[in-house]
């Protein structure tokens, strides 16, 4: 059975640093892209980036997170990251990882996590 763990999460004021990692069982990353999404309350799930299944580990982000966040992996762990750095209030939300095709849409999406929360607050 294929699991998505994710951690990392917590409380963090403007301008701090996160960093989400995603554990992944059942699973290889040499077959699926990862991506990083987000839901804020009463918003629909956003995409925030996404690694690519291949060697060169190809990485695309949001245009509201480029430059602060930075998505990485370590295959021997079968975990991926999201370094997030300068981090506003409008970053709030709850992170889930997924498994599937390198994509940003949730519909391209196989597998999600069961999410973890981020809060920028002063």
């Known amino acids: 059975q294929v699991q998505l763990v994710e951690s990392g999460g917590g409380s963090v004021q403007p301008g701090g640093s996160l960093r989400l990692s995603c554990v992944a069982s059942?699973?290889?990353?040499?077959?699926?892209?990862i991506g990083w999404f987000r839901q804020a309350p009463g918003k629909e799930r956003e995409g925030v980036s996404c690694?690519?299944?291949?060697?060169?580990?190809?990485?695309y982000y949001a245009d509201s997170v480029k430059g602060r966040f930075t998505t990485s992996r370590d295959k021997a762990k079968k975990t991926v990251y999201l370094q997030m750095d300068s981090l506003k209030p409008e970053d709030t939300a709850i992170y889930y990882c997924?498994?599937?095709?390198?994509?940003?849409?949730?519909?391209?999406?196989?597998?999600w996590g069961q999410g973890t929360q981020v809060t920028v607050s002063s």
């Open positions: 690694i690519s299944s291949s060697s060169d580990g190809y990485t």
């Open positions: 059942e699973l290889t990353l040499d077959h699926y892209a």
């Open positions: 997924s498994a599937g095709r390198f994509s940003l849409r949730t519909e391209h999406q196989s597998y």
